[in-house]
């Protein structure tokens, strides 16, 4: 098999003075870049070094933002699943309780027991989708480690019936019942 500056020189491509100049300043550059020490740096090769660089940068952070994108519809998924499978049925509710979802108050017809849990933090509000449900406290807990905004009303501090020695309310009670 021939160089290709043989078959170039067949192929009448280039001619043989043509030829024997580039085969010349070729030596000429081999010897200046052994006698120097220096590397001879095909501007090419590293062009395409450095695109290749960033291509694998650009795909590993489009795969990190895939990942996070997935990581949160899994999350989601989980949290709904929850809710689902452990919702408390309160069709039978004739007493209506208040609570807060973001800036506006809302209404959920509870019967007197669901209330009473609900106060006691036996109980939890969350939202599911446009509506909300109860669900046990250990699920909310639970759906809490996954996402906090989900749970709307999670009773954990206990109820102090102790009354205070300075407090000048003390004989004014307020009923557990109390509505706003």
Do not use: C
Not at 49 to 65: G, P, S, T
Not at 99 to 110: A, M, R
């Amino acid at each position: 098999m021939a160089s290709l500056q043989e078959q170039l020189l067949k192929a009448g491509m280039v001619d043989k003075k043509k030829a024997k100049q580039i085969s010349q300043e070729k030596r000429k550059q081999a010897k200046v870049a052994k006698g120097t020490g220096a590397v001879i740096v095909d501007e090419g090769k590293e062009a395409a070094k450095r695109a290749l660089a960033e291509k694998a940068e650009r795909d590993r952070e489009m795969n990190r933002l895939r990942q996070a994108e997935a990581d949160k519809k899994a999350i989601h998924a989980q949290i709904i699943q929850l809710i689902t499978l452990n919702k408390i049925d309160r069709r039978d509710g004739e007493v209506a309780y208040q609570f807060t979802d973001g800036k506006k108050i809302k209404k959920l017809y509870v019967d007197a027991l669901l209330q009473t849990q609900l106060i006691k933090g036996v109980i939890a509000l969350v939202k599911l989708k446009e509506g909300y449900e109860l669900v046990p406290a250990a699920i909310a807990d639970k759906i809490k480690q996954r996402d906090e905004t989900v749970v709307l009303v999670h009773n954990t501090k206990p109820v102090n019936d102790a009354v205070e020695e300075d407090d000048p309310y003390a004989a004014y009670q307020i009923p557990n019942d109390l509505m706003w």
